[in-house]
């Protein structure tokens, strides 16, 4: 959800310009390997970030405050690879 991570993130990205008013399920962080390896649960994202003045929750959705609008995307350069035969 941080601008660091959005102008990367083509997933995230699409969630937040697809969810009803920039909200997004939290269920879709639990995907996330860091998320996996630590086993942590909705409850424990919500309790983790419910004090953050970057985020806004409504039930079990987030969005970045004020529905933030996302930064500029960063669209990697395409590597020149030669074909081997």
Same mark, same amino acid.
């Given at each position: 959800?941080?601008? @660091?991570?959005?102008? $990367?993130? $083509? !997933? !995230? %990205?699409? &969630?937040?310009? =697809? /969810? $009803?008013? /920039?909200?997004?399920?939290? =269920?879709? !962080?639990? +995907?996330?390997?860091?998320?996996?390896? +630590? @086993?942590? =649960? #909705? @409850?424990?994202?919500?309790?983790?970030? @419910?004090?953050? &003045?970057?985020?806004?929750?409504? /039930?079990?959705?987030? %969005? %970045?405050? /004020?529905? +933030?609008?996302?930064?500029?995307?960063? #669209?990697?350069?395409? =590597?020149?690879? $030669?074909? %081997?035969?």
């Amino acid at each position: 959800m941080s601008d @660091k991570n959005l102008v $990367k993130d $083509k !997933f !995230f %990205r699409d &969630q937040i310009s =697809t /969810g $009803k008013d /920039g909200y997004i399920a939290i =269920t879709h !962080f639990l +995907n996330c390997n860091n998320v996996k390896t +630590n @086993k942590w =649960t #909705v @409850k424990d994202i919500i309790d983790a970030c @419910k004090d953050s &003045q970057y985020l806004e929750f409504e /039930g079990e959705t987030v %969005r %970045r405050a /004020g529905n +933030n609008p996302l930064p500029v995307r960063e #669209v990697p350069a395409k =590597t020149d690879v $030669k074909k %081997r035969d």
